[in-house]
């Protein structure tokens, strides 16, 4: 597996506003899964993208793949202050073990 | 209620005292894993599981065994812990398919917060 670069490190904004958050990969993949992280919990999973879609939704969610850049983006549209977490991409050539390998991640803090 | 259950949730401790986490799920998941979270390094994969009586390695296995005796459950072991496995723990799930084919969504415990003194 390898590890994504998300982008920016942190994200602030006021409720209502749309959040996006970048992730850059270096070889080419299987499918790229977006997690999310409340401060010091479990991660939840919010979507799965595979190599051969360009665009997928999930409610307020919006992923997009550009293989040729090796690059996606998540969009969270009309946040919440329950969305304040960090988030992980994670690109997935690894079909075998499913090794999740996160980097950084973005923190993303709503205000109210 | 689908989950991944984990005990302890914290957990602080002594070097060389043996130890074991807990890790059930209850999804009829084939697949299970555990990680490490670590400041600045991320989530690292330290051993996985396909199926009942198979295990292998992860990127960081030195130091834990792992064992899967039954599907729905997959122990972490320390058989003689050590300060630089202070760490966040977590085992997560995964069924192998889907309505779509295979998935690779995996499903994570609350995790175990580990102190080795």
């Known amino acids: 597996s390898q590890q994504g670069e998300e982008d920016p490190q942190a994200l602030s904004i006021q409720e209502g506003e749309n959040a996006t958050m970048n992730c850059s990969y270096k070889?080419?993949?299987?499918?790229l899964q977006w997690y999310r992280q409340n401060s010091g919990r479990g991660l939840v999973h919010l979507i799965l993208i595979r190599s051969n879609e360009r665009e997928k939704h999930s409610g307020r969610l919006r992923v997009t793949l550009d293989t040729s850049k090796k690059s996606s983006s998540l969009l969270i549209t009309a946040s919440r202050a329950a969305d304040t977490a960090s988030y992980f991409c994670?690109?997935?050539?690894?079909?075998?073990?499913?090794?999740?390998?996160f980097g950084s991640g973005t923190r993303l803090q709503v205000q109210p | 209620e689908a989950q991944v259950t984990q005990n302890p949730r914290y957990l602080i401790t002594v070097t060389g005292k043996k130890l074991t986490v807990t890790c059930s799920q209850n999804?009829?998941?084939?697949?299970m894993s555990w990680y490490r979270q670590d400041p600045g390094l991320g989530l690292r994969q330290i051993y996985y599981s396909m199926n009942v009586e198979v295990t292998d390695k992860g990127d960081v296995p030195e130091g834990y065994k792992v064992s899967r005796k039954e599907k729905r459950n997959f122990p972490l072991i320390l058989e003689s812990p050590s300060p630089n496995q202070t760490s966040l723990y977590f085992c997560?799930?995964?069924?192998?398919f889907g309505a779509g084919g295979n998935t690779y969504e995996q499903y994570f415990g609350p995790g175990t917060r580990l102190t080795v003194t």
């Open positions: 994670a690109p997935s050539t690894d079909t075998g073990r499913r090794a999740l390998t």
């Open positions: 997560a799930s995964s069924s192998r």
């Open positions: 070889t080419s993949i299987n499918n």
């Open positions: 999804m009829n998941h084939e697949y």
